[in-house]
């Protein structure tokens, strides 16, 4: 299921700066830039660095 919790993030990380409106996510984050540290240590803990280049891209952005 983490897996599924870094794409989460990853989508929510570019919803929040596509849609600068609140929104709160299951976690409680509420931010991009938080978005994209949950989705960074998830990719750390589950080693699914398939996700790495969305990572970036959302690094960028931010």
Do not use: F
């Amino acid at each position: 299921m983490k897996l599924y919790a870094v794409d989460a993030a990853l989508l929510r990380g570019n919803l929040m700066l596509d849609h600068p409106q609140p929104l709160l996510s299951k976690e409680g984050s509420s931010s991009a830039q938080e978005q994209y540290e949950l989705a960074k240590k998830l990719i750390d803990e589950t080693g699914y660095h398939l996700r790495n280049k969305e990572l970036e891209q959302l690094n960028a952005k931010i």
